[in-house]
């Protein structure tokens, strides 16, 4: 039908529009609909949420909601593992140039910032990290978003910058911080959460990008090498969009702390064992998949050694073939549901580094 094509439904299967809505609730609901029904939204098949019936082609039958959930989940996984890969190369680049000058340059750009307002300063050393942080958590008077990577934290790394997160809960300021899933399981973190109120909200992941912290999306602070002695304060606006962009798609793919992580499906395959597998399908080392868990690396040798019992596999590769035979190397099985509702909890100080 002419004057009913894509450029009036500018929208991708998360947010159908009204007619479509209707009338693909109304395939769910009854199993099929007439063709004619979808004729004014030819978005529905479009976007594969309907296809036509094998034994009655004037008919339309839809597609699960759950596949339609797994196949938005794998796009929004593609999208947050490349914008994970920039950020690692964006740190990496930035590690090096700063190498180059090392202190003297860093002092001297320093300097300038603080006068001219730049939009990238290194700071180099534990007392400029923290003095930045201190004068960003002054300044800031509505919103931080912090992402930890890592595993259980802790106390000295949830209590060093409590100040300033009770600072910011006393002004009124919001929270939303991203951790690995381990790190829930630290009883720091729940006093934390505890003491903190509805002030932080919280999430977890299997996987995080590397440390970031955003004040008002106006100034970000991320590392600049890797034992965290130097680091990046930036204020340009393409960056800081950028940056929020990046923590907005993993919070949505987030699960609140006071959730349950959700079922493998697979009897005897724990949570944890199921993002195990799909790294280790990925092909990744023992070492990596323990850092990027948020675990050490005994442990996570201990969970192979389950999987490949569970799973009947009597060496490597043969764990491999049997990852792949029962599905858990596909990136969907590291994805949880999206929860429909934010549910306050989770993490340390968010200015704890």
């Known amino acids: 039908m002419a004057g009913h094509g894509t450029d009036e439904h500018p929208h991708g299967a998360d947010r159908l529009c009204d007619t479509g809505d209707r009338v693909y609730s109304r395939a769910v609901r009854r199993g099929r609909v007439p063709r004619t029904d979808a004729e004014p939204v030819p978005c529905l098949l479009e976007l594969a949420l309907l296809h036509p019936d094998p034994d009655d082609m004037d008919w339309l039958v839809p597609t699960s909601p759950q596949e339609v959930m797994t196949r938005l989940l794998r796009g929004m996984y593609d999208e947050v593992s490349e914008s ?36 990238i300063r290194v700071l180099d050393g534990l007392s400029r990290i923290q003095a930045a942080m201190d004068a960003a958590t002054e300044a800031c008077t509505g919103e931080v978003l912090t992402v930890q990577p890592g595993g259980i934290r802790r106390e000295p790394e949830l209590t060093e910058g409590l100040h300033r997160a009770l600072a910011l809960r006393s002004r009124g300021v919001r929270m939303r911080d991203l951790y690995t899933h381990v790190a829930r399981h630290g009883q720091g973190l729940l006093n934390y959460l505890e003491l903190m109120g509805d002030a932080v909200e919280a999430r977890t992941l299997d996987e995080v990008v590397d440390r970031l912290i955003l004040f008002d999306r106006t100034v970000a602070f991320i590392p600049a090498n890797a034992d965290h002695t130097m680091a990046l304060e930036l204020r340009h606006p393409a960056l800081i969009d950028y940056f929020v962009t990046v ?34 399908a990925d092909g990744h080392q023992d070492a990596v998949i323990a850092e990027r868990l948020g675990i050490s690396v005994r442990t996570c040798r201990a969970h192979i050694a389950r999987l490949s019992e569970t799973l009947g596999a009597a060496s490597r590769t043969q764990l491999g073939v049997r990852i792949a035979q029962v599905g858990l190397d596909s990136p969907s099985s590291r994805v949880p549901d999206v929860p429909a509702q934010l549910t306050p909890a989770d993490r340390e100080s968010p200015t704890a580094r």
Request: glycine share 12%; hydrophobic share 45%; no cysteine.
């Open 247 to 280: 923590f907005d798609r993993l919070w949505r793919l987030a699960i609140p702390v006071g959730a349950p992580l959700p079922d493998t499906g697979i009897e005897g395959i724990s949570h944890r064992e199921q993002s195990i597998a799909a790294l280790l």
């Open 84 to 119: 994970h890969r920039r950020v690692g190369s964006a740190v990496a680049a930035f590690e090096k140039y700063a190498g180059l000058g090392r202190r003297i340059e860093a002092s001297a750009m320093a300097s300038a910032s603080l006068e001219g307002g730049a939009a």
